[in-house]
């Protein structure tokens, strides 16, 4: 894990942030991805349940691909806050330059109960981000915090 701890983010930086992830990513807006919080070693994200969102019509299930799209965004949120973290020096416009050239080279989820809730939680924390290549990891909760499925991803910073 990071030890970035301290780092203090201006509030300027995190509105853009969570500008940038609710909706500067149309898909995250799609589907209704909002942040709950965003620091220096990871976010929290929340997402209400709704019926476009059933991927098992019988049990209103939410659908694997909502849950792993969901995850993936979570995990480049956490990148993104990390690397903001990791240049505090800079101006919040060069921090935020910085995030153009993130993207996913690996994901892996792994589905461990059916996901039945009204809402749910995502979290991520970064475990190592290196010059080229940052690592996650994930967690997609139900409304009583309840583990539903866990992630882990690389994504590109450079």
């Known amino acids: 894990m990071l030890k970035n701890k301290?780092?203090?983010f201006e509030p300027?930086?995190?509105q853009a942030l969570i500008q940038i992830?609710?909706?500067g990513i149309v898909f995250n807006k799609t589907l209704g991805l909002k942040v709950s919080t965003v620091g220096p070693l990871g976010a929290v994200a929340r997402l209400e349940m709704r019926p476009e969102l059933i991927g098992h019509y019988g049990h209103s299930r939410i659908h694997g691909g909502v849950i792993s799209a969901s995850l993936d965004s979570m995990g480049g949120l956490a990148v993104l806050a990390a690397i903001g973290a990791r240049h505090m020096d800079e101006s919040i416009e060069a921090r935020l330059q910085r995030f153009s050239k993130l993207g996913t080279i690996d994901l892996r989820v792994d589905y461990l109960r059916?996901?039945?809730s009204?809402?749910?939680e995502m979290r991520a924390e970064v475990m190592r981000?290196?010059?080229r290549v940052a690592t996650t990891r994930m967690e997609f909760l139900d409304a009583h915090g309840k583990l539903l499925s866990t992630g882990s991803a690389a994504?590109?910073?450079s």
């Open 12 to 14: 300027e930086f995190v």
């Open 118 to 120: 009204e809402r749910y």
């Open 155 to 157: 994504y590109i910073v």
């Open 6 to 8: 301290d780092v203090v």
């Open 21 to 23: 992830f609710e909706e």
């Open 129 to 131: 981000l290196g010059s």
């Open 114 to 116: 059916p996901g039945i």
